[in-house]
């Protein structure tokens, strides 16, 4: 992203305040109809993929070149023309009224914009995909075998991309002109206003001085702030740069260290109340109330973070590993005396729960984020702090607008061409009618495709492909979609492309590789439970109160066994078969059948119970 200086700093400043002030006023007063909701914002963010992010490494990163600024200002054309003629585009009968030779044009300038802006802010392996998915609905009848696709007419799928809310202007970039632009000016408060350096002090207060203190305040502070930021990357940056070091001071290894930050930060997307864009993409996609979301995400979440928890504290006692000193933490009374600093998160949570839409719940969080910062005389919010958060929120924006525009091309494509019926033909003839052998084969595409792509676009495309699969197999389509966006997200640690673990390794100085596969062992209960919500609906909460409960009980069941197996260390060394055990009795836990489950969960107790104590000489 390109630091500029200067006057055009300043008129980027002014222009990114209004697109956040038109946003907050249309999350209190009401938004525009869908199409010129999304297609206003769309248009205010465009120029932004020009003129913050350069062409190529090469490119001046303290000006913008004269052809970003003619870039920029032909990016917002087909937009405007859009807006201007919203009531001819809106009362327009599909694939019967004829495309305008101006209607081809602007469309076209809007999809390769679109692909140029995609490559620039998101990356090449997003515009790439999206590329195929275009170019497929118009040479698709040309392709061999199982790939030959429908033939539809260039003005055909301009209208799909440009003139409908199937395309680029579909539930996706929805999300992100309403919730999520919303969501990240919350963000900006937060950090404004102290709330979030008050995460990190928590954290460090009431976990510092354990065994392996450091790690622990990494697995919490990355949890609380994970979830607002809602980027894994972005996470370890903001976390791990303190964290990281202090695991490395008390004398945990450099990679041990940065899998811990990349794994906390990775989890902060599964992390109620906010998990980034995609939860927002899902309850749209669903046409459920958020709130449901959030209580599906619960469970999964906590087993998630407290298995983090428990390895990081085996790993402490396996390696000697002492905490830090009281001396170096905040004090507890300090940190608890400031509690009322956690109220905008709570109060949001609360607003979620009690049926609130999320846009007004979240300006509502803003407003206690303000009051909040009025108690502190060091963050104290004046005007010019409130124009900076709003500032600061919706700067961070055009990664997931320009990412959601762009996944609504492989969605709008999928549409048109029944892309998504052959790819459901595809698995069954690979899985044979296995249900297990689908999960798999959905797995291993929804991590493909994360691996090269931000979360949300990588759900969405897995969730257009995996979810109808899923759905036709019989699986709960909430289970599906929650089933793809697991994998989208824990592809951030997943080798040989876990973008989280390689910036943890790069903050930590420690082999990419390394840190990537003590990543995976220390996330691998987001490998397995996504599995287990397949089959027992219980785990998201969604069943009757005695599979709840037995899910619940399982979970905690398996957290402690596959912990135990991973870390080889109970309070001594475990042998081979004995991790094998306990991998068994934690897979049981997780089984749908009650019987089976409470033979995982008094399995683990018996082995723990067994094996706690020193080794025989």
């Known amino acids: ?116 802006a995609t490559r620039r802010v998101v990356g090449w392996p997003l515009a790439v995909i999206a590329g195929f998915f275009a170019a497929y609905m118009y040479v698709g009848h040309w392709m061999p075998g199982i790939m030959q696709g429908l033939s539809f007419t260039l003005p055909e799928v301009v209208e799909q991309l440009y003139l409908t809310d199937e395309g680029i202007f579909s539930i996706p970039l929805g999300v992100s002109a309403t919730f999520v632009m919303v969501f990240l000016i919350f963000g900006g408060f937060l950090e404004k206003s102290g709330i979030g350096s008050y995460f990190m002090e928590f954290a460090q207060a009431f976990t510092g001085t354990a065994a392996g203190g450091p790690a622990k305040i990494a697995v919490v502070s990355s949890a609380l702030f994970g979830s607002i930021s809602g980027s894994a990357v972005a996470n370890v940056y903001g976390t791990g740069t303190f964290t990281i070091p202090l695991m490395k001071r008390i004398g945990y290894p450099a990679y041990f260290a940065g899998a811990v930050e990349a794994v906390a930060s990775s989890g902060g997307q599964i992390m109620p109340p906010i998990m980034g864009a995609g939860a927002f993409i899902m309850a749209s996609l669903l046409g459920v109330q958020y709130k449901e979301i959030m209580i599906a995400a619960l469970l999964p979440a906590f087993l998630y973070y407290g298995a983090v928890l428990l390895m990081v504290h085996l790993g402490a006692l396996k390696n000697g590993l002492k905490g830090l000193s009281p001396e170096d933490l905040p004090k507890k009374r300090d940190v608890l005396r400031r509690i009322y600093m956690m109220i905008p998160v709570v109060g949001l949570v609360y607003l979620l729960l009690a049926g609130y839409t999320p846009m007004l719940a979240a300006v509502l969080g803003i407003l206690l984020a303000w009051v909040v910062s009025l108690f502190s005389p060091e963050h104290r919010m004046g005007p010019k702090a409130i124009l900076d958060a709003i500032y600061i929120g919706a700067r961070n924006v055009p990664v997931v607008c320009i990412a959601c525009a762009t996944a609504g091309i492989v969605v709008g494509s999928v549409a048109l061409t029944g892309f998504g019926f052959k790819f459901v033909g595809l698995v069954f003839s690979l899985a044979q009618d296995i249900p297990f052998l689908a999960l798999l084969l959905i797995m291993l595409v929804s991590l493909v495709l994360g691996m090269g792509l931000p979360t949300t676009s990588a759900y969405i495309l897995a969730a257009a492909l995996g979810v109808p699969t899923l759905a036709k197999l019989g699986f709960p389509v909430l289970s599906a979609h929650f089933f793809v966006f697991y994998y989208a997200i824990v592809s951030n640690i997943t080798p040989p492309v876990a973008l989280a673990a390689y910036a943890a390794s790069s903050v930590a100085d420690a082999s990419p590789n390394k840190t990537g596969f003590a990543a995976m062992r220390l996330g691998v209960l987001a490998f397995i439970v996504p599995f287990a919500f397949c089959y027992d609906i219980g785990v998201l909460w969604h069943g009757t109160l005695v599979q709840n409960l037995a899910a619940t009980a399982g979970g905690i069941a398996a957290v402690f066994a596959l912990g135990y197996a991973m870390l080889a260390f109970i309070h001594r060394p475990l042998v081979l078969w004995q991790r094998c055990a306990f991998v068994a009795v934690g897979l049981l836990c997780f089984f749908p059948f009650l019987s089976v489950k409470a033979v995982g969960i008094a399995g683990t107790i018996v082995l723990y119970l067994l094996w706690r104590g020193p080794a025989k000489a």
């Open 1 to 116: 992203m390109r630091k500029l200086t200067g006057p055009v700093q300043t008129g980027i400043y002014l222009y990114v305040l209004a697109l956040g002030l038109f946003h907050l006023y249309t999350a209190l007063f009401g938004t525009y109809e869908a199409y010129l909701q999304r297609t206003i914002h769309l248009t205010w963010v465009f120029p932004l993929a020009y003129l913050l992010y350069p062409v190529s490494s090469k490119a001046p990163k303290e000006s913008v070149p004269w052809y970003d600024w003619v870039l920029a200002a032909i990016s917002v054309v087909p937009g405007v023309y859009s807006i201007f003629n919203y009531e001819e585009i809106a009362y327009r009968v599909v694939q019967v009224d004829p495309v305008t030779t101006v209607q081809l044009v602007l469309g076209l300038i809007l999809l390769f914009a679109l692909l140029e």
